[in-house]
């Protein structure tokens, strides 16, 4: 009885008010850690959930995954908003902005978390409602996807109205690849995110494999279908909500029915097809290895078997499953886990991209992590416990080293580290293709989303642990905090474990075990931002307006690159503008949106590449906006911060004011050149965007292949979509995708190629404009540019060109200016730059009188 009460006793002084203050000083944990390229640490402590743990590696991790989203994260326009990208370019299969829905579920569960949920709503419309979304050219679990949003930032409207989309998607997935007989879905390997996987190799496609029943592919459809049944309930249409919760039924039952193999305690995928190669044949409707050259094989298993538990799928009574992934003679490695057993008989490891037959891939890790944490939650066994859980997550997290430094590429060698093979330049750096944060909120915090107006953590912390802290969790409209604090010395909120709700402890434990309670107040709706602050100086679509101009070009970079949404301070891959080579004291760059906006901020991205280098931060920048021909300095303005740093953003807010374009002055620190990585001019948008026509006089516009004139032809054009007819469309889209651009790459001319156009009739001409394509690999700027007139016999030089810049260059806008001339044809003639197997290319050429 004494103990009774002296538990109830300490119980009730527990919830006696404590301040409401932060448990974690964000500034003071963000500034720990040395590996920031991006320094804006308040945007950092406005958005992030802050995490303190006696695991330093998995802390480092954890903000470098923050810092990771921010490299990926795009404003694509003033029409769609933000996005998130997968490579560090934009790769010719991504969609539009490079998006690629692959890896946007997990990119999903780790952006929730975010406090502004304008980025993750962003991103969730944009799957479904962007005419350039790909939502079904990888697998990806759109609607639960949705639902995971609301169960973080719940708004009944933003997810209701999604609804006819989402259900659109589901079906076209069915019309694609529903196998009545089996009632499951087929897949390829490929299409799930694992190529070269071990029974793609068993076909004579071997990058893609056949079609094949997957157990994570139809866990994806499951879930999907319970989400669609949980909106559609919402919205009141029962009748859905019953014909996707028995979809979801069917598919969960035939799941665990056909891919099974209880001889083998393990989910596999099963052969939609029959295959023969080499004398061996994998007949249909059979599991790994149950028939073909490795018949009767007891190994076969993929580290994708885990994901029906990613989203609690399998009923009790497979959980021998996780027996192996601790297991050195299965999948456990000191960098892994490996993606195949490591006995299997196709388990290899490449150094060159992309197999699953047996690398380290995070996207797999992942979601290993996602199922582990699930079985410790909410399922009986005594195969693994929370240390092992523990275990893999800290090796997960000192995976991501390269150099000792945080890093991430595509796929690592599960017994070195080593990256090599699986990061390749100008695309898999700091790559976004797992999850990482979701697995510490959810997982090691135990936070379990839900649409209930209770909080319930389930957490994995080890009892080994004397403190963990996660804080400032966005929730339900409420700031949550998780806290374990053995004796109460660390965070001084008292001692044990507990749950905080705006500051305020509402549940405690003496013990590490699962802990509930109501949310004060309630659920807080999440409103929507009906009218936003747009950035009017974004040009992804390739519209003539915005349109850039700068003093001097630089040495490195291209202005394209400032304009593309995306902000990244690395030195490589190069994603800025520098003054680099600049003889001036002083340059500027200025932006034209060809209208008049109303403007009342404007954020310049500083880059400062540190001691010794040659781009510094500058001293000053000055602010204009044009007034009809002439530029007029930008009044009352309050910046922030004082002076310009590299690594953020230097915000200029002022009253807001009509103006067409906006001029920024860069005065450079002494000895060395400035650059920016992204300009952006924020203003209040009255109705929907509407980008400005372009001015009259371009002769060389054709947006109309079939018009008869102007029409272009070339001497060579790449065999990707890289034909002439675009290079005259309007269109000015300097990044590889979406392919709207010429280029001669593959070309067997190793001097030059030429494009020409014919105007159908003589044409006054006076100056060109070619926007020049370079992908810093098969195609770029040429060495030298010679234009060309018909004279109605042959081909003439046009003497006393003046070019701006003088040397090509590639990502910008070059000018070559002469004395007018009159003829029936221009050619342009690219002096390839001299590397081999290197070719020329424009997205766009303009002509105009003068």
């Known amino acids: 009885m004494g103990m009774v009460l002296l538990g109830w006793l300490w119980a009730a002084f527990s919830f006696l008010p404590v301040s409401a203050g932060p448990v974690i000083e964000a500034g003071e944990k963000l ?7 991006n320094r804006d640490f308040e945007w950092f402590a406005e958005n992030i959930p802050m995490l303190d743990s006696p695991d330093r590696e ?3 991790t954890y903000y470098y995954r923050w810092e990771l989203v921010t490299r990926h994260l795009v404003y694509a326009g003033p029409g769609t908003g933000y996005v998130f990208t997968e490579f560090a370019n934009r790769p010719f299969w991504s969609g539009a902005y490079g998006t690629i829905s692959c890896p946007a579920g997990m990119q999903i569960d780790d952006v929730r978390w975010l406090s502004n949920p304008r980025y993750v709503r962003d991103y969730m419309r944009f799957w479904m409602r962007h005419p350039g979304a790909q939502p079904r050219n990888y697998s990806f679990w759109a609607a639960e996807s949705a639902w995971s949003i609301h169960e973080v930032q719940p708004h009944d409207g933003f997810i209701i109205d999604l609804l006819p989309d989402l259900i659109r998607n589901y079906e076209a997935w069915e019309a694609r690849g529903w196998v009545e007989e089996k009632g499951l879905f087929w897949q390829l390997g490929h299409d799930d995110g694992m190529e070269f996987d071990i029974n793609a190799r068993q076909t004579n496609d071997i990058l893609r494999g056949g079609q094949s029943l997957r157990p994570g592919f139809n866990t994806y459809m499951w879930a999907d279908a319970g989400a669609l049944a949980r909106i559609s309930a919402l919205a009141g249409d029962g009748e859905s909500a019953a014909r996707f919760a028995n979809k979801a039924e069917r598919i969960k039952q035939q799941l665990q029915k056909e891919l099974w193999d209880p001889s083998r305690s393990f989910f596999f995928p099963m052969s ?38 990613a ?9 021998d499953a996780w027996k192996f992934l601790t297991d050195d003679q299965f999948f456990q490695a000191p960098f892994g886990p490996t993606t195949v057993e490591r006995n299997d008989p196709l388990f290899v490891l490449k150094e060159g991209c992309c197999w699953w037959s047996g690398q380290s891939w995070p996207f797999a890790t992942a979601q290993t992590l996602k199922g582990f944490a699930n079985l410790l939650q909410n399922y009986e066994q005594q195969h693994v416990d929370r240390e092992d859980y523990v275990r893999l997550l800290h090796t997960f997290a000192i995976s991501h080293r390269k150099d000792g430094r945080p890093y991430i590429a595509e796929a690592l060698h599960p017994f070195t580290g080593s990256w090599k093979g699986h990061d390749m330049e100008n695309r898999s750096e700091h790559y976004f293709h797992s999850g990482f944060t979701d697995l510490v909120i959810t997982g090691l915090a135990g936070l379990q989303p839900s649409v209930s107006d209770r909080v319930q ?29 053995r004796d109460g010395s660390r965070y001084g909120k008292g001692r044990g474990l507990m749950i905080l709700v705006d500051g305020r402890i509402v549940a405690r434990s003496e013990n590490l075990r699962t802990l509930e309670a109501r949310l004060p107040g309630g659920t807080r709706k999440i409103p929507l931002v009906e009218a936003p602050l747009v950035n ?18 630089g040495d490195e970079g291209a202005t394209s690159m400032i304009h593309d949404g995306e902000y990244v301070y690395d030195r490589r891959p190069l994603d800025r503008w520098s003054t680099l080579g600049s003889p001036n004291e002083t340059d500027w760059i200025a932006v034209d949106f060809g209208t008049k906006r109303p403007v009342e901020k404007v954020e310049l991205y500083v880059i400062d590449d540190g001691e010794g280098r040659r781009t510094r931060a500058p001293r000053a920048i000055g602010l204009e906006y044009r007034t009809g021909e002439d530029w007029m300095p930008v009044p009352d303005i309050s910046p922030s911060p004082a002076v310009p740093q590299g690594g953020r953003p230097y915000r200029l807010t002022f009253p807001s004011i009509e103006t067409s374009g906006i001029r920024a002055t860069l005065t450079h620190s002494p000895g060395s050149a400035s650059a920016l990585t992204e300009f952006m001019v924020w203003g209040q948008l009255d109705g929907d965007y509407v980008p400005p026509c372009p001015p009259m006089g371009n002769i060389a516009f054709n947006p109309d292949p079939r018009t008869a004139y102007p029409k272009v032809r070339a001497s060579f054009h790449d065999q990707y979509g890289g034909t002439p007819d675009k290079a005259i469309d309007g269109k000015i889209i300097f990044p590889s995708n979406p392919v ?7 070309s067997p001319n190793n001097e030059r190629d030429w494009l020409e156009i014919d105007f159908g009739g003589p044409k006054k001409m006076g100056r060109v404009v070619l926007h020049i394509f370079d992908d810093r690999g098969g195609v770029q700027a040429p060495r030298q540019i010679t234009l060309q007139i018909w004279s109605g016999e042959s081909w003439m030089d046009i003497g006393a060109a003046i070019a701006d810049p003088a040397k090509p260059r590639g990502g910008m806008a070059n000018t070559i200016r002469f004395e007018p001339v009159t003829a029936p044809k221009l050619r342009v003639v690219f002096d390839h730059i001299g590397i081999p197997n290197v070719r020329s290319g424009v997205t766009e050429i303009e002509v105009w009188a003068e």
């Open 740 to 746: 709207n651009r010429w280029t001669s790459y593959g």
């Open 272 to 309: 939609n097809q029959r295959h023969e190669k080499d004398g061996h044949v994998v007949e249909k409707y059979t599991l790994t290895y149950e028939t073909g050259e490795f018949a009767g094989s007891m190994h076969g298993r993929e580290l994708h078997g885990y994901i029906p538990w």
């Open 457 to 485: 953590i389930k957490p994995l912390i080890p009892p080994s642990w004397d403190f963990f802290a996660l804080d400032q969790v966005p929730y339900h409209g409420h700031m949550l905090a998780v806290v374990w604090d």
């Open 536 to 553: 009017f100086a974004v040009n992804n679509d390739g519209d003539y307006y915005p349109r850039y101009q700068v003093s001097f070009p």
């Open 31 to 37: 500034r720990e850690f040395d590996f920031w390229m």
């Open 311 to 319: 989203f609690n799928l399998p009923d009790s009574g497979f959980e």
């Open 58 to 60: 998995l802390d480092l």
